[in-house]
């Protein structure tokens, strides 16, 4: 009996996806529930798996072509697997192969059935390996720990340094996000600054004993989470935001943090950071991390923010001005810390400190309410004891 691998209900507002990566290839053994393809949709990357062990007859569509809900992928024909087929039908990782290779020009003749063993490389320098067939021991990698990164593999395959790729879902939805920000809001950012000796030295007291107690380790960013959600409940407007003619004031602290995956930048929702304590922040931070990672973020996570925190310092920005999460009204920017001389009763001492950017839409946020929202999260930051007596 042959079955049709279709595409999965998709999330709400999600219209369409894209097909990514095919791991089996028609005449492939397959098991029930293995991830026959990736969906790439704006958001998420959705799997499908096989409905029943047997045979993948055929495949109706290829990578790159776009999908609509319950549309024909393929068709598995339903039958025992043999017992010598049963290891070798577990479909490999995303991260070691990716879809039936394609040759190259001056590639090697066997590169279209010669899965290739891409080792430690980047996306784009998988991509490369396996559409000329290089193998990792054919390659020198010259990024952190012998990581292989696409130059690398140009270099071997002699291709030209230029290539032209279409924008990934996820890629196009952000430029879209980003340019409606530009010209819808009335965008504008003040700045701060904090001085993070007194978070700093709480981190370091209590650092065994949080791992100890909670098995997660006291970031930065819990911090930040908690200061900026008092802040937002002093004041609610920052917290609101525009549709039409209304302002729609929200009555949870639904806090995304910005996360950069390989895939590109996303958002997951810390959801009503009221109720959740600095080691809930710091778990639902990692979780969200190694989920963006692995592409298994669901749309419930990156949906229902009412304010966002980017932390463009983990990468060594000083200072930037972050562009807004439409539809939201703000948007808080961190950046790195650096040890500066300030003057702190009427002596001069290094303290770490950070810039602070908090950009807003101006149609609804006036400038006082900004700038005092900005002035509570650096009084919090500097005397953390005020966000424990809600002060």
């Not at 039936?100 to 090697?108: G, Q, R």
């Not at 059935?113 to 020198?140: L, Y």
């Not at 879902?169 to 007194?198: H, Y």
């Not at 948007?331 to 009427?346: A, E, N, Q, S, Y």
Request: proline share 5%.
């Amino acid at each position: 009996m042959s079955i049709d691998v279709k595409v999965p209900v998709l999330p709400e507002s999600v219209t369409d996806a894209t097909v990514a990566t095919w791991y089996k290839k028609p005449g492939d053994f397959v098991k029930r529930d293995e991830n026959l393809v990736d969906l790439e949709t704006d958001k998420v990357v959705l799997e499908v798996p096989a409905p029943v062990d047997g045979i993948l007859e055929s495949i109706t569509v290829e990578s790159g072509d776009v999908v609509e809900a319950n549309q024909v992928l393929g068709v598995v024909k339903a039958g025992e697997i043999p017992v010598e087929k049963a290891e070798e039908s577990v479909a490999p990782k995303a991260n070691t192969t990716a879809s039936t290779p394609t040759p190259a020009k001056e590639a090697p003749a066997a590169a279209s059935n010669h899965i290739v063993d891409t080792g430690s490389a980047g996306p784009a320098a998988r991509k490369m390996m396996q559409e000329n067939g290089i193998d990792a021991s054919q390659v020198s990698g010259s990024g952190r720990g012998g990581r292989i990164t696409k130059p690398d593999v140009q270099n071997v395959a002699n291709t030209p340094m230029e290539e032209r790729v279409p924008m990934s879902r996820l890629r196009q939805k952000i430029a879209g996000r980003m340019l409606e920000a530009q010209s819808t809001a009335a965008m504008l950012t003040s700045f701060n600054e904090v001085d993070l000796k007194a978070v700093m030295d709480i981190r370091k007291k209590y650092k065994e004993e949080f791992i100890s107690k909670h098995g997660i380790k006291l970031g930065l960013m819990s911090f930040f989470v908690k200061a900026a959600t008092e802040a937002l409940k002093q004041f609610p407007v920052i917290n609101a935001s525009v549709e039409e003619t209304d302002v729609v004031y929200h009555k949870q602290q639904n806090i995304g943090i910005a996360v950069a995956t390989e895939r590109g930048l996303v958002v997951p929702v810390l959801k009503n950071t009221n109720a959740m304590g600095l080691a809930d922040i710091d778990a639902g931070i990692r979780n969200f991390a190694v989920a963006g990672n692995a592409g298994k973020l669901t749309m419930d996570d990156l949906t229902g923010g009412t304010f966002t925190i980017t932390n463009g310092g983990s990468f060594g920005s000083l200072m930037s001005t972050p562009i807004l999460n439409m539809p939201q009204s703000a948007i808080l920017g961190m950046h790195t810390i650096k040890d500066r001389p300030v003057v702190v009763d009427g002596e001069i001492v290094v303290r770490p400190m950070m810039y602070l950017a908090l950009t807003y839409d101006h149609r609804i946020i006036d400038g006082k309410d900004a700038v005092l929202f900005l002035v509570a999260i650096k009084e919090m930051l500097e005397d953390p004891a005020r966000m424990l007596l809600n002060l």
